[in-house]
């Protein structure tokens, strides 16, 4: 029951992971990708969260030194130990599609699919963020790190998909 | 404000900055064109349904506490917009329901949400009850209703407030309470969120209403 494919559309699809590796968002825009189970999804889900995870421990460049402050007393601000922190996997690509990853501060993570040739990624994770937290995290009615049930989330993400393509 | 003077004695608690002034020394239309961030106020609504939800059984009473949070938001709104108003003829209380109901739906709504409502009628069964428009309650921007709460429209907060208004103008209501008209048949829908506040007016206001339009009032 999703609309038919588009050639102009170029967004695959939307997965966003909880803090936990649960997946608690799916939708798909157009298809050109393999019809999966809801169980499939799940795992697959996952498995993403769990390398996501490996891979940020696995990070072969060295971290980088704070900047020293060369300012005296008056501006000194504790190193903040997000900088040189490595992060998990963030792009995925192959020959159909391409997965871009985003994690928030919070540790949820947005995964776009999408054709290897879409500009722009960045700028949609984040409007699809500032979507998420107007529609999903002002929502009275919603708990967070459970499957995301909200209309609004679903009817303004799907016009904005639909203007960007 | 500067910090209060740590070589005073400890008072009732109110601070008492440096200058000597304090917050009744301050020009009260000095946040008459602040801006309020919407989403500091959405979360704060977000906190403010869940407090009422709890212990709370069904949607009507859900509804009823929010109206209770609104309501005091409408006794203090009536006198701070009144003293506001620059036109010193509209400052005076309104003394007839046409006139309180448009200020409502002009002057309280444009201060509330930068817009005026959307719409007014008087009941045409019951005349003792007036309808007001919006299209798209600001408080519900960002709500999205479970199935379960299908009924409950957040609105009930800006209905208390209405009340609050109306009882502290001296025309008493039986109660104002929010409905949902958004999915209505014939109509395509393009308001999905619209709401109808009715306003029931006690049969004393109504009384009173008629003498006045008979002497000329």
């Known amino acids: ?165 | 404000m500067s910090t209060p003077n740590p070589n005073q004695p400890p008072t009732s608690g109110l601070r008492y900055p440096s200058n000597k002034k304090t917050i009744y020394d301050r020009n009260l239309n000095r946040s008459k064109n602040a801006e309020l961030s919407r989403a500091a106020f959405a979360y704060l609504f977000v906190e403010m349904i869940s407090y009422a939800q709890r212990n709370v059984r069904d949607i009507s009473s859900l509804e009823k506490r929010l109206n209770t949070q609104g309501y005091p938001l409408g006794l203090r709104l009536l006198d701070l917009l009144l003293s506001r108003s620059s036109n010193p003829l509209a400052s005076i209380r309104p003394t007839r329901i046409h006139t309180l109901i448009q200020w409502v739906a002009q002057t309280l709504w444009r201060h509330l949400f930068g817009r005026p409502a959307d719409a007014l009628e008087r009941g045409t069964t019951d005349p003792s009850q007036y309808m007001l428009y919006d299209n798209d309650p600001m408080v519900n921007q960002y709500i999205s209703l479970p199935k379960e709460m299908r009924g409950l429209n957040c609105a009930a907060f800006v209905a208390g407030i209405i009340e609050g208004v109306c009882d502290g103008a001296g025309f008493p209501t039986e109660g104002v309470t929010a409905h949902s008209v958004g999915e209505e048949e014939g109509k395509a829908g393009m308001w999905p969120g619209k709401t109808v506040f009715l306003i029931k007016f006690k049969g004393e206001v109504l009384e009173r209403e008629e003498i006045l339009g008979r002497g000329g009032g």
């Open chain 1, 1 to 165: 029951n999703r609309p038919p494919a588009n050639e102009n559309r170029v967004v695959f699809a939307l997965f966003i992971i909880s803090k936990s590796g649960g997946l608690i968002y799916n939708r798909e825009f157009s298809s050109g990708l393999a019809k999966l189970s809801s169980n499939d999804l799940l795992m697959l889900a996952g498995s993403f969260h769990g390398m996501h995870a490996i891979t940020a421990q696995l990070c072969p460049a060295p971290p980088v030194p704070p900047p020293t402050s060369s300012s005296s007393t008056a501006g000194n601000v504790a190193p903040s130990p997000f900088i040189s922190r490595p992060t998990g996997i963030e792009v995925l690509e192959s020959s159909h599609f391409r997965i871009q990853c985003f994690q928030t501060q919070t540790g949820i993570k947005f995964l776009l699919f999408t054709e290897p040739t879409q500009p722009n990624i960045d700028t949609m994770m984040r409007k699809i963020y500032e979507l998420y937290t107007d529609f999903v995290m002002k929502n009275p009615f919603y708990t967070v790190e459970m499957p995301i049930r909200c209309v609004k989330f679903d009817t303004n993400l799907d016009q904005f998909i639909k203007v960007r393509s």
